[in-house]
């Protein structure tokens, strides 16, 4: 959400980012909110006005009421200075009502304005233009088949959707014996990976209330996204990152505190709404699964740096795994509106023969920081908005799929990554149940 007094200097470059971002239907927004702003402005100092005369006026009468005790004449003067007071202040509640409802409209708006990009952003209308940025390990194909990556777990007796299916509906599955132990491993890892960068590991909660949401992310991203609780104000999580940036709402972080740099477990609930392709069945798109997050809260000088960082550290933990990826840049049309950059990271699938995304790195600069009010205290003392970052660390539904096709041997069996074998109980080797 963008500073309206940023928008009142930099109208102009606020409508070229909204061309940026290929919404010209939000264009006439920005005249919308100038006028709202300049109304409410000069509604303000009506009503500042008012209140000054009403003051001096509310004086007088007792000057007046003082008086009337030797010259009946003021008594009469101060029960018409009465009647104007009781008419400012009808005035008054006019303007401060029309005042709240202003001020709710220009909010409105600002919630739907995009974040201005940073100008490393790549200029497209959506994920087609995304740019490849580096690969990460040799993208091989073995000289033998690869199967779905369902049935390389049932291979294993490793899942089982149909009972699922049955129990929950479409979008859910079962994870049994070596591969629930595997994503147990994979999360673990995770886990232990992030500590050893200096990230304090944490478990949030996984139910947010409705003020939340609108702070962390977009209305669309949240019809799209959300489950709600029937009948209360909370909300099932999508991501870690939702309730980990919602604890610092309305704080004011001490300086010598930041950067906050934490890794969350939480389950995830997702709609997922839309058809989706066969590469996107089995356990690509689902409606519940668990993640470990990377979460920054830092200085906006060092915002660029710690996005540099995280997006590396996925990389690093993906080669842990014998995994191949690439960084791939988003393009401003790809990007949701409270973000200034983001990139993926996607693994190679030689099934698929191609990359597919695991990871999202994303720089909200103070996007979130302004909406739920997160601020820190600088040097002088000045209460300052910060920067918020987040970046996947694993998410074991699609790295379980990358894991399994990128170390699948020819007889069946599935190579256990060596930095997994501590959380397998040394296991070195996969070996199917037929």
């Keep these: 959400m963008l500073d309206i007094r940023f928008i009142r200097k930099n109208p102009g470059l606020v409508r070229e980012n909204?061309?940026?971002?290929?919404?010209?239907?939000?264009?006439?927004?920005?005249?919308?909110?100038?006028?709202?702003?300049?109304?409410n402005r000069d509604t303000i100092q009506q009503a500042q006005d008012l209140r000054t005369a009403r003051n001096a006026k509310s004086k007088q009468v007792g000057v007046l009421m003082g008086q009337s005790k030797k010259d009946p004449s003021k008594l009469e003067q101060a029960e018409a200075l009465k009647a104007e007071v009781k008419a400012d202040a009808d005035r008054l509640a006019a303007l401060e009502q029309r005042e709240g409802e202003l001020a709710e409209a220009i909010r409105k708006i600002l919630l739907v304005i995009p974040q201005i990009i940073d100008p490393s952003v790549p200029i497209g209308p959506d994920d087609s233009a995304n740019v490849e940025v580096e690969r990460f390990g040799e993208a091989a194909v073995p000289d033998y088949p690869i199967p779905y990556h369902t049935e390389i777990m049932e291979s294993f007796d490793g899942i089982d959707m149909d009972a699922a299916g049955r129990v929950s509906g479409s979008g859910f599955y079962y994870l049994l014996g070596d591969i629930a132990r595997l994503h147990e491993a994979v999360l673990a890892y995770g886990r232990d990976f992030m500590i050893g960068k200096g990230f304090t590991y944490c478990i949030p909660p996984f139910m947010i209330h409705g003020n939340v949401v609108e702070g962390v992310m977009s209305?669309?991203?949240m019809e799209s996204m959300m489950y709600k609780i029937e009948g209360e104000d909370l909300y099932l999580i999508g991501t870690s990152e939702h309730s980990m940036i919602g604890r610092f709402i309305d704080q004011i972080i001490p300086g010598e505190k930041m950067p906050q740099t934490l890794t969350s477990y939480s389950p995830c609930f997702r709609k997922e709404k839309g058809s989706h392709g066969i590469e996107e069945r089995g356990v690509y798109r689902i409606h519940q699964f668990e993640k470990q997050e990377m979460i920054v809260?830092?200085?906006?000088?060092?915002?660029?740096?710690?996005?540099?960082?995280?997006?590396?550290?996925?990389?690093?933990?993906?080669?842990?795994f014998n995994i191949p990826v690439r960084q791939l840049e988003c393009c401003s049309g790809d990007l949701a509106d409270l973000k200034v950059k983001s990139c993926d990271i996607e693994a190679w699938s030689p099934r698929q023969q191609k990359y597919f995304e695991v990871c999202s790195c994303s720089n909200l600069g103070d996007a979130q920081a302004r909406r739920l009010k997160i601020r820190y205290r600088d040097e002088?003392?000045?209460?300052?908005?910060?920067?918020?970052?987040?970046?996947?660390?694993?998410?074991?539904?699609?790295?379980?799929?990358?894991l399994l096709e990128n170390n699948l041997q020819a007889d069946g069996s599935v190579l256990v990554p060596e930095v997994l074998r501590p959380y397998m109980g040394g296991k070195e080797r996969l070996i199917p149940k037929a």
């Design 380 to 402: 002088n003392g000045e209460a300052c908005l910060a920067h918020t970052l987040n970046n996947t660390c694993v998410a074991p539904p699609r790295m379980l799929i990358a």
């Design 219 to 221: 209305f669309a991203d």
């Design 18 to 39: 909204i061309k940026k971002k290929f919404q010209e239907d939000k264009l006439p927004l920005v005249d919308q909110l100038l006028e709202l702003d300049q109304e």
């Design 297 to 320: 809260v830092c200085k906006p000088e060092e915002s660029m740096e710690w996005y540099d960082k995280m997006w590396r550290y996925s990389v690093e933990l993906f080669r842990n």
